[in-house]
């Protein structure tokens, strides 16, 4: 991969990667109610999630999704439904028990999972795979971006879930963690309305 190529990829994915959207939010609100400790193993499955959706789309299932609009519509739907009951979940959460990943159910297989119903992942993934990987060679261009992304994946998600564990001692007081967790949950809402327009 050319140099130039290369350089675009890098400000791209930190562009992409450290705006917020459903992951970071959620790593946010993880560290946040239940620490880094709690936060670590979502952070993890992200990348994971993020490079088997970018794979996919290299095997050509967003030209799938692309010709059959049904299917790209449930897709849109069950990303919409997961967002808001995720919103609602965390909305009520004013004290840190409350909050626990445990009883949110969120960990490493739910953020690889929600890669899959993220349509800001999804329209990252075509659009890495369109700009990097497609003019190939296939092979040689995924062994580039595909660190890449994972790297960044990872980092950009770490980097809100300590955020949220250093303000966790503050939110603590009073009913501070509850706004937050009204704030986050906005923020999840908010994702979704766009999604519903993307």
């Not at 030209?63 to 059959?68: C, M, N, S």
């Not at 609602?88 to 929600?114: C, T």
């Amino acid at each position: 991969m050319p140099m130039t190529d290369f350089i675009a990829l890098l400000a791209l994915v930190t562009a992409m990667s450290f705006t917020p959207g459903p992951n970071t939010t959620l790593a946010a609100s993880l560290g946040a109610n239940g620490g880094w400790r709690a936060a670590w193993r979502f952070c993890l499955g992200v990348p994971v999630g993020w490079v088997l959706l970018m794979l996919a789309c290299s095997a050509g299932v967003g030209a799938l999704l692309d010709a059959h609009p049904a299917l790209r519509g449930a897709l849109k739907l069950g990303g919409l439904a997961y967002l808001v009951w995720l919103a609602w979940r965390l909305a009520g959460s004013a004290r840190l028990s409350e909050a626990d990943p445990q009883r949110l159910q969120v960990g490493f297989w739910q953020g690889a999972m929600l890669q899959a119903v993220n349509i800001k992942a999804w329209l990252a993934a075509l659009l890495v795979v369109a700009g990097w990987v497609a003019p190939g060679p296939l092979a040689e261009r995924l062994l580039v971006v595909t660190p890449v992304m994972a790297v960044y994946a990872f980092a950009s998600n770490a980097t809100y879930a300590v955020v949220g564990a250093v303000l966790r001692p503050w939110l603590a007081q009073g009913k501070r963690l509850l706004w937050f967790n009204r704030g986050m949950a906005l923020v999840l809402l908010a994702t979704a309305l766009w999604m519903l327009k993307a």
